[in-house]
T-cell receptor, first 111, second 116 residues
């Protein structure tokens, strides 16, 4: 069975600073995908970034990058130059045959 | 862009009522999913469907059923709503096929259901 762990229930960061949101996973499947989603207070889940288990390079999407350390089974999300609009819940997820979510980290960006 | 819509953003129902939550996607995705989201528990998969008229139980199917008569529409049904089904319900869709395991799921805006 696969499992996702997000140990930070909440994080604070000042505007324009970088922040790292932690995610560790566990799976015995050699082929899997790792995802990060953002959920603002409006409720919708917004796909941010994807990393495949066989991808050699860390995924990047604009200000988002995924620090993928396969041996340590970690897939941390790095947000550079935080903006006030980044305040939201962030969920890490792993997909083998189905998508399993972590419990999320609430990020608050302050001016 | 993928668009996934859900019929209601907010819904209030009474215990014992039959509740229908509708989800429609416009990208011809094969796979559709229903999740519920509760504080501290993250998202949990209720049911999913890989094709029209096909359905599979997720992790917490008890008290729910689903219907997929058309490819673009996936309905979640609470046969007799109970207070412990008060939650946020999220629908998602993704491409299918053999590479389906790494396909991104796109979510709708969610329905906040309150059962009194």
């Amino acid at each position: 069975a696969q499992k996702i762990t997000q140990t930070q229930p909440g994080m604070f960061v000042q505007e324009k600073e970088a922040v790292t949101l932690d995610c560790t996973y566990d799976t015995s499947d050699p082929s899997y995908g790792l995802f990060w989603y953002k959920q603002p207070s409006s409720g919708e889940m917004i796909f941010l970034i994807y990393q495949g288990s066989y991808d050699q390079q860390n995924a990047t999407e604009g200000r988002y990058s995924l620090n993928f350390q396969k041996a340590r089974k970690s897939a941390n999300l790095v947000i550079s130059a935080s903006q006030l609009g980044d305040s939201a819940m962030y969920f890490c997820a792993i997909r083998t045959d189905k998508l399993i979510f972590g419990t999320g980290t609430r990020l608050q960006v302050f001016p | 862009d993928v668009k996934v819509t859900q019929s209601s953003r907010y819904l209030v129902k009474r215990t014992g009522e039959k509740v229908f939550l509708e989800c429609v996607q416009d990208m011809d995705h094969e796979n559709m999913f229903w999740y519920r989201q509760d504080p501290g528990l993250g998202l949990r998969l209720i049911y999913f469907s890989y094709d029209v008229k096909m359905k599979e139980k997720g992790d917490i199917p008890e008290g729910y059923s689903v219907s997929r008569e058309k490819k673009e529409r996936f309905s979640l049904i609470l046969e007799s709503a109970s207070t412990n089904q008060t939650s946020m319900y999220l629908c998602a869709s993704s491409l299918g096929g053999n590479a389906g395991r790494v396909k991104t799921q796109y979510f709708g805006p969610g329905t906040r259901l309150l059962v009194l």
